[in-house]
């Protein structure tokens, strides 16, 4: 922490000694209407040398009219000019002393616009324009050649912030739609759009925070702003079919493998369609099928929502383990993804919706392994795996929108298929094993939503949905290790070596969701309602011997069992009430909720009952935008805790899922978040989360060196808090961001020696330096990441507190040795870990391309010295383990694009 600090207050002193080197002025006042004397808001302020139209600095109006900006330079002789497209430009002269002195004041009074919009001629676009509840950015002024797609540009631009999921926050809030020229072309996810879209291609951004199209809106009852995204294509591509193709090839290893890309876009006046298909060799694809949102298994938590998210739900969000080790490519793997999605408009108020991607991806990897445990001893392992994995997401939508209805019928389909082979040598013992796993899952998901208007104050709505999910697994493990006799013995008692068991499981669930609302237009919404749940389940285990000639089953097995007809129950009658009063927004809903167990009439389960409380506030203090919210909800039990036998989860892995007596538990979320824009120049973002959640999986001690997993009432619990500090500079285009982020997972477990229970503690500290450079001129385009990280663990069955700490740094440099026509590009990254672990990794590469207005060239080559090994380290609450993991040989590819 203190080396953090150190570094903190290294870079605070150079900026500190950095605005010392010349004089600093301070520019503030107000603007207003000439003949109202009305403020005017949204007033874009730039402050101009006298001959040049380059803005030195720039700002906009608050609500009350009022900006205050500062500058920093030689230049004593200014302009100050001020543009909204409601009145006449405003320019003044400024003269300003030598020495620093007292803030000067303007006070500006603007005529209004006579001219309608569509007669303004503007000569030279502004990198940024504002008309009321639109920001409207010029691309150009942030876009360079090296720009392979329109997120790379956000990256650049004020406001925009990418995170490593692909959505894009812009001024703290997630943003909900991207459009094309008005128009979604596709609604299952942000990332698919920015990423297939060239920059070249695009005349400019705009964003709207309170978009008014109705149809956009998953719901008409829904008062909250939608932020969107409004991609405008230059003229000359609005054309039938716009996108790019392209075909590489790389060597490794003198193994020479192809790949391409196909990424189109169409959009007629009736009908939309993206076409997205990718083969990349080395695994790198610029989209995934974990980027597709709103489709599968997905669509259903969209549609009825869920508690707040728990700790791994946050790690799949942030990109955990990226942010912790400051990357995620270091393996790369053949990898292809293959998909599309359909509009057509049926009528003026309907339309037909169909998607469908498909992902495989192959993985080979081999690493080293030290394990050290909780109960003490440590292992050496080799691990070498193979697997193949197959991702399916579709879905069907008919949806009707038309002022007082909005209707939708869906129909999702989520498939997964995972076949991973794994071979594992245990040095020191001479152990062995060799585990083979598929599985496969499937789920259909149809799902219904209904919603009316009736006059000026009343609304109903209704939704409705159905999940049947069938799960098949079959592993196989071979070994050697006479300490699997605990479980893995036929009737004899003998040791099987061979073993092999069968899963099958049939999950059925349906939900539904009734309201009446009825909106006052002082007291808010007010809604009354009820919503409905049953789940059911049957599972099937089968165990078996390895006799030689065939599988033979073990009749009575701890890892066989049967269950049939296990269902659960939940009705939760509401009410919600939702009320505005300028920038204060309250949303509360209370439930109570009853969860009871038809099938285990003999146990407690039974009649569960209490009170459930969801808050959300929001409101702006002191120019602060302020969301806060709190949720307690009732949260059932799985019922696969509650079938027969144990399951094989891995070679080292045993789940077990005894008959004990659980009982809904409850779950808390909290979440509370803070953001501030000073006058376009500083953006300050915080967040907070918060939660605790029961009947989690837990590890137990138990019988080690196995993991052993049972289902218990055991609490897992988790805090996330962040700030974000960035900077943004408009010529030259240029940003800086600083991120310092805490978190802490904490769990309940069970010690098997004496059933007491335990708490184990992960916390994570991570400090994070970026800063991004380039825009229109500049043949330079710079890219630097900085990720400090202090990762400790605490265990209450060990002595210590084990700390990592890793330093991350990566480096992208781009030159246009020829302007906008050939471009050479470098990228190195740096990774050092100490305390605990000790290891560092270097890789380097490099590109050149040549760019023309359709075609690019590219011939790039990969970890040029050539470092095998990179060192990662995971904790958790049974042992530490550090992974010395094989990575991706030398290579080189080429490769050519097309864009039209």
């Not at 520019?27 to 040398?49: F, H, R, S, Y």
């Not at 009528?347 to 037909?352: A, I």
């Not at 802490?744 to 229970?757: H, K």
């Amino acid at each position: 922490m203190k080396k953090n600090c150190s570094f903190i207050l290294l870079i605070l002193l150079f900026f500190c000694v950095a605005a010392r080197l010349h004089a600093q002025y301070q520019i503030k006042g107000e603007v207003m209407d000439a003949q109202t004397g009305e403020p005017v808001p949204a007033a874009m302020i730039l402050l101009l040398a006298q001959q040049s139209e380059q803005p030195l600095a720039y700002t906009l109006t608050d609500q009350e009219g009022r900006f205050a900006l500062s500058y920093t330079g030689e230049l004593r002789v200014l302009r100050v000019l001020i543009r909204h497209l409601s009145y006449r430009e405003y320019t003044q002269l400024l003269v300003l002393a030598e020495e620093n002195t007292a803030p000067v004041v303007i006070r500006a009074a603007l005529q209004p616009q006579e001219l309608e919009l569509g007669e303004v001629v503007v000569q030279e676009a502004p990198p940024i324009i504002v008309k009321q509840d639109t920001i409207i950015y010029n691309i150009e002024h942030w876009q360079q050649a090296g720009d392979q797609t329109l997120e790379d540009v956000l990256r650049k631009m004020p406001g925009f912030v990418v995170l490593p999921n692909g959505d894009i926050q812009y001024n703290g809030k997630i943003i909900q739609k991207v459009l094309v020229d008005g128009k979604e072309v596709s609604n299952v996810g942000t990332a698919v759009v920015t990423r297939s879209i060239d920059p070249s291609k695009v005349e400019s951004v705009e964003v709207r925070t309170n978009e008014k199209n109705h149809k956009l809106k998953n719901s008409l009852l829904d008062r909250n702003e939608l932020l969107v995204l409004d991609v405008k294509l230059k003229k000359d591509i609005k054309q039938s079919f716009f996108g790019r193709v392209g075909v590489e090839a790389s060597l490794q290893e003198e193994e020479i493998s192809g790949g391409g890309l196909a990424n189109m876009m169409h959009i007629g006046k009736h009908t939309a369609a993206q076409l997205i298909a990718e083969q990349e060799p080395l695994g790198i694809t610029e989209i995934s099928i974990y980027n597709v949102r709103s489709i599968g298994a997905e669509a259903m938590q969209e549609l009825f929502g869920s508690l707040g998210m728990d700790f791994e739900e946050i790690k799949n969000r942030d990109a955990y383990a990226a942010e912790l080790y400051g990357v995620n490519d270091y393996l790369r793997n053949p990898n292809t993804i293959v998909g599309g999605s359909f509009k057509w408009q049926l009528t003026p108020h309907s339309e037909l919706t169909l998607a469908s991607f498909n992902q495989y991806n192959e993985l080979t990897t081999s690493m080293n392994s030290s394990w050290s445990l909780a109960g003490g001893g440590d292992n050496q392992w080799r691990n070498e795996v193979f697997q193949l994995d197959f991702k399916n997401k579709t879905k069907l939508l008919w949806s009707l929108d038309t002022e007082n209805t909005k209707s939708r019928l869906s129909l999702n389909i989520d498939y997964n298929s995972l076949s991973p082979h794994e071979l594992n040598y245990e040095r020191v013992a001479g152990l062995s094993y060799d585990f083979r796993r598929w599985q496969s899952s499937f789920a259909l998901l149809p799902s219904l939503f209904y919603e009316r208007l009736i006059g000026r104050s009343w609304a109903i709505q209704l939704k409705a949905g159905y999940m049947k999910q069938t799960h098949n697994a079959d592993d196989r493990l071979l070994h050697n290790d006479s300490t699997y006799i605990v479980y893995l013995q036929d009737d004899k008692g003998s040791l099987i070596r061979n073993f092999r068991q069968v899963r099958a499981y049939k999950h059925n669930l349906w939900r539904t969701s009734l309201l009446v609302q009825y909106a006052h237009e002082r007291g808010g919404d007010f809604r009354l309602g009820a919503d409905m749940e049953r789940h059911g389940l049957d599972a099937e285990k089968q165990a078996f011997l390895d006799t030689g000639a065939k599988w033979q089953p073990l009749a009575a097995h701890t890892l066989s069992g049967a269950v049939f007809g296990l269902q659960s129950w939940r009705l939760s009658p509401f009410l919600s009430h939702q009320w505005r009063w300028g920038a204060l927004k309250l949303k509360h809903t209370w439930r109570w909720a009853h969860v009871w167990y038809p099938s285990l009439v003999e146990s407690t389960y039974n009649n569960t009952n209490n009170l459930e409380v969801e808050v959300e506030l929001s409101s702006n203090i002191l120019d602060w935008q302020l969301t806060t919210g709190y949720e307690r909800r009732l949260v059932s039990f799985p019922l696969l805790a509650l079938s027969p036998g144990d399951e094989l989860e891995g070679f080292r892995s045993i789940r077990r899922t005894r008959v004990v007596d659980l009982k809904p538990r409850l779950g808390e979320a909290f979440s509370f978040t803070l953001y501030k824009d000073w006058y376009n120049q500083w953006d300050c973002f915080i967040v907070i989360n918060w939660g605790k959640i029961y009947n989690a999986p837990i590890y137990n001690t138990q019988n080690l060196p196995f993991i052993e997993q049972i289902y218990a009432q055991q609490l897992s619990s988790y805090l996330l808090a962040e700030i974000q500090l960035s900077k943004n500079f408009i010529d030259p285009a240029a940003k800086f961001e600083f991120v310092q982020s805490f978190l802490q997972n904490g769990q309940e477990n069970i010690n098997g020696a004496d059933s007491t229970t335990y708490r184990s503690d992960a916390l994570r500290w991570m400090t994070e330096l970026n800063f991004y450079y380039g825009g229109m001129g500049s043949r330079w385009k710079l890219t630097c990441k900085n990720k400090l990280s202090n990762y400790a663990f605490r265990n209450e069955l060990i002595e210590g507190v084990p700390v990592q700490r890793m330093f991350s740094s990566s480096l992208g440099a781009d030159y246009e040795l020829i302007l906008e026509r050939l471009l050479v590009s470098t990228s190195s990254r740096y990774v050092y870990f100490y305390d605990a672990q000790s290891a560092t990794f270097w890789e380097l590469n490099a590109a050149l391309k040549y760019i023309t207005p359709k075609w690019q060239l590219e011939l790039s080559a990969g970890n040029l010295l050539n470092n095998r090994e990179f060192v990662m380290q995971d904790v958790s609450p049974l042992l530490i383990n550090t992974n010395y993991r094989r990575v991706l040989p030398r290579y080189v590819k080429i490769g050519v694009r097309r864009t039209f």
